[in-house]
């Protein structure tokens, strides 16, 4: 090899190829790939929806951190949006509130 072949930090010049390659290859989980250019385990490199972020250890989207619901609200993992626990019959005279999670009255047969 020629002398004066540098390689980056975590790679070392093969006798052989007199090419550098990976020091070490990690163990990759089921959910990544290496990347011999950068001697990582690495995700598939696609893109999250906005609300999401990806998990470099599952290689899957997931809600941002930090969602913040009502009370009677969660966070539903596939749109990231707050939802209510619970959805109860509103009889003809209510309309469901989402906000709320609460049957509301509507219309002239509402008291007061």
Partial sequence: ??????????????????QCECAKR???????????????????NRPCPRNQVLNPKTCQC????GIRCSRNQRVNPHTCQCECD???????????????????????WCPG
Avoid: H, L, M, W
């Fill in 62 to 65: 997931s809600c941002k951190p």
């Fill in 26 to 44: 990690p163990q990759c989980s089921r959910f990544q790939d290496f990347n011999p250019r950068t001697c990582r385990c690495e995700c598939e």
């Fill in 86 to 108: 619970k959805k109860p019959r509103c009889s003809k005279y209510e309309v469901f509130n989402p906000y709320a999670c609460q049957c509301e009255c509507q219309g002239k």
């Fill in 1 to 18: 090899c020629k002398p004066g072949i540098s390689c980056a930090r975590n790679q070392r010049v093969n006798p052989q190829t007199c």
